[in-house]
């Protein structure tokens, strides 16, 4: 056995069912806003490609993927982050996955350096899960930055020691961050590649929340746009994931991409042929069709743009609460322990709500998640709008 599983923490959603076993709900009609899980309807066109070839299922894909797929990502990456026409290659820079969610895991597997004693992966504190398990099955240790209130729930690279930088050889950054919702400037990547050129470390930029934003002249930052902006002209350390979870309402498909600095991609390949997770090939076709159309994308975001106004206005007069950058989540700021407040308002309203310090670990002294909670606005509106009434009568009843 690999002792390394016995570092494995348990999954937030475990603790979370744990936690609700203690109560009974008083009312009916159980709301959760506690999973990230895209609840709008699948484009249709992309179903009707689906169910147009399945008969390419009695083939084997190839692990790098359709050229048309990646011909297409390459273009989507382009206007998406103005870059020049050139830039990227679809044979040397990109590489589709099957959901990020593996590739995040399986990118530190390929890259760690194991030989190196005290490899450090950095990521931030509250992470997605899987950042920590991927650097903890990697060999090295997690390293865990503070995103906090007084900075907006955003990174300080000049927090970080020399120490560390030298240790680090993946940092993951998560922009449109979850559960934060802040997305990191051009400025601040641009700062930490050129931290990585002095230090020698991977840059793992998690963008799948890029497309949920809330005003269509501002869409998110990204890292490729960065470094082509401070003349990273080579992409070197720097790798993006994006995914149709989110953008497309298509987590079941399991379809995202990674791009960036050849020489990586190039080694990814290598290690993701004999990973063995190529995409099927009917879900590269259908992939195809989701990354050329925007249409959908932008009717996706209309509505959580609804639901945000809606909710915020609910909430506001009993909590502060704003709307985040982008991505689907509230990140709210409790008045008690993040715990009580989960478990109160499940016994009281039937609402479940995902406690902060469950996303997050001490670190510098601090638990960055405590005192907060995460509302995944991805149920219908009328859903979001009940449930942010219930949590408005419950925060009443705790003044
Ligand atoms: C920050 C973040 N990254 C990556 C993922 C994985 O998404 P997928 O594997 O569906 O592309 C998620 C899913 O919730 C997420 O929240």
């Known amino acids: 056995m690999n002792p390394d599983l016995q570092k494995l923490q348990l999954y937030p959603f475990e603790k979370l069912n744990a936690l609700k076993a203690q109560c009974q709900p008083a009312v009916e009609g159980h709301i959760a806003l506690s999973i990230g899980e895209p609840k709008h309807e699948a484009p249709g066109f992309v179903l009707a490609s689906i169910s147009n070839n399945l008969n390419e299922i009695n083939r084997y894909p190839l692990t790098r993927g359709s050229l048309k797929l990646r011909s297409t990502i390459t273009n989507w990456l382009t206007r998406r982050f103005k870059l020049s026409g050139n830039r990227l290659d679809p044979e040397q820079h990109i590489l589709p996955v099957t959901g990020t969610r593996e590739a995040l895991f399986s990118f530190a597997q390929c890259f760690v350096d194991r030989s190196v004693d005290g490899a450090l992966i950095l990521m931030p504190n509250p992470f997605y899960q899987i950042y920590e398990g991927a650097a903890l099955l990697s060999g090295a240790t997690p390293y865990f930055y503070n995103t906090v209130k007084e900075n907006n729930y955003?990174?300080?690279?000049?927090?970080?020691?020399?120490?560390?930088?030298?240790?680090?050889?993946?940092?993951?950054?998560?922009?449109?961050?979850?559960?934060?919702?802040?997305?990191?400037?051009?400025?601040?990547?641009?700062?930490?590649?050129?931290?990585?050129?002095?230090?020698?470390?991977?840059?793992?930029?998690?963008?799948?929340?890029?497309?949920?934003?809330?005003?269509?002249?501002?869409?998110?930052?990204?890292l490729l746009e960065a470094a082509e902006e401070c003349g990273n002209t080579d992409l070197k350390n720097c790798i993006v994931f994006h995914s149709l979870s989110k953008r497309s309402n298509l987590p079941g498909m399991r379809s995202g991409f990674v791009a960036g600095d050849a020489g990586l991609i190039k080694s990814y390949l290598l290690y993701r042929t004999y990973h063995g997770c190529a995409m099927p090939p009917v879900h590269q076709m259908a992939s195809i069709e989701a990354w050329?159309?925007?249409?959908?994308?932008?009717?996706?975001?209309?509505?959580?743009?609804?639901?945000?106004?809606?909710?915020i206005?609910?909430?506001?007069?009993?909590?502060?609460?704003?709307?985040?950058?982008?991505?689907?989540?509230?990140?709210?700021?409790?008045?008690?322990?993040?715990?009580?407040?989960?478990?109160?308002?499940?016994?009281?309203?039937?609402?479940?709500?995902?406690?902060?310090?469950?996303?997050?670990?001490?670190?510098?002294?601090?638990?960055?998640?405590?005192?907060?909670?995460?509302?995944?606005?991805?149920?219908?509106?009328?859903?979001?709008?009940?449930?942010?009434?219930?949590?408005?009568?419950?925060?009443?009843?705790?003044?």
């Open 154 to 222: 955003l990174p300080d690279f000049d927090a970080i020691d020399e120490a560390t930088w030298q240790r680090c050889q993946i940092i993951y950054i998560c922009t449109p961050g979850n559960p934060t919702g802040s997305v990191i400037s051009k400025q601040q990547l641009i700062k930490l590649i050129k931290l990585s050129q002095k230090y020698d470390f991977i840059i793992a930029s998690d963008e799948c929340y890029s497309e949920i934003y809330f005003d269509e002249s501002k869409p998110p930052t990204g």
């Open 313 to 399: 206005d609910i909430l506001k007069p009993v909590i502060d609460v704003n709307l985040p950058d982008a991505g689907f989540y509230l990140w709210l700021n409790t008045p008690i322990d993040d715990e009580t407040f989960a478990k109160d308002l499940f016994a009281q309203q039937n609402v479940t709500v995902l406690p902060g310090s469950y996303l997050s670990r001490e670190s510098e002294g601090i638990n960055p998640g405590q005192n907060h909670v995460r509302l995944a606005l991805v149920a219908s509106f009328d859903e979001c709008v009940t449930a942010a009434s219930r949590i408005k009568n419950y925060i009443q009843t705790l003044n």
């Open 292 to 311: 050329s159309d925007e249409d959908h994308v932008k009717q996706n975001r209309e509505r959580y743009v609804k639901k945000f106004d809606a909710v």
